[in-house]
T-cell receptor, first 114, second 111 residues
């Protein structure tokens, strides 16, 4: 079974630039999550989709972060403009549904803002 | 406030030795608890999943325990190997599906 795919693996940008990350969840998984993991910390949920609808985006900095999941499959997370404190690993995860007992994670995109 | 706290923050042990990682949580209502292993540069991978009624669950050299009354869980690693070096993250699921992550324990196994 193919896992959660993310791209790119690494990205270095200057502050105030924009960046986008892509995630392809496991086929058939209705729920998709984006997490931000700052070095030395556990992942923090940014946004959760159920199919193409947003379930929870309470911790998403909406002034600079946006995410979409068109057609309820792939998703993109965008940061515009980026700040130094956005340097982190951005993890995408998917699960079968909102009450699923396990989420499967992609390898993440490591973002460095200089 | 729903929280998940892990201890220790970091741990260094000799290859072949055992170790125990701790997870305390205040998440309520509780649905399940999972331990994930996160290798450097990779996404977390699930080791064990425990529901309210389960006290102990093993996965090879990994054994997780859960005390739902005291809201504590532990992950015991037996006969550690160099490949066990990773971050171990405790994740507690609230009924209704919100996930709460601990900050992880960084384990280093040295020869």
């Amino acid at each position: 079974e193919a896992g959660v795919a993310q791209s790119p693996r690494y990205k270095i940008i200057e502050k105030r630039q924009s960046v986008a990350f892509w995630c392809n969840p496991i086929s058939g998984h209705a729920t998709l999550y984006w997490y931000q993991q700052i070095l030395g910390q556990g992942p923090k949920l940014l946004i959760q989709f159920q199919n193409n609808g947003v379930v929870d985006d309470s911790q998403l900095p909406k002034d600079r972060f946006s995410a979409e999941r068109l057609k309820g499959v792939d998703s993109t997370l965008k940061i515009q403009p980026a700040k130094l404190e956005d340097s982190a690993v951005y993890l995408c995860a998917s699960s079968e549904g909102q009450t699923a007992t396990e989420a499967f994670f992609g390898q993440g995109t490591r973002l460095t803002v200089v | 406030k729903n929280q998940v706290e892990q201890s220790p923050q970091s741990l260094i042990i000799l290859e072949g030795k055992n170790c125990t990682l701790q997870c305390n949580y205040t998440v309520s209502p509780f649905s399940n608890l999972r331990w994930y292993k996160q290798d450097t540069g990779r996404g977390p991978v699930s080791l064990t999943i425990m529901t309210f009624s389960e006290n102990t669950k093993s996965n090879g050299r990994y054994t997780a325990t859960l005390d739902a009354d005291t809201k504590q869980s532990s992950l015991h690693i037996t006969a550690s190997q160099l490949s066990d070096s990773a971050s171990y993250i405790c994740v507690v699921s609230e009924v209704g599906n919100n996930l709460f992550f601990g900050t992880g324990t960084r384990l280093t196994v040295i020869p």
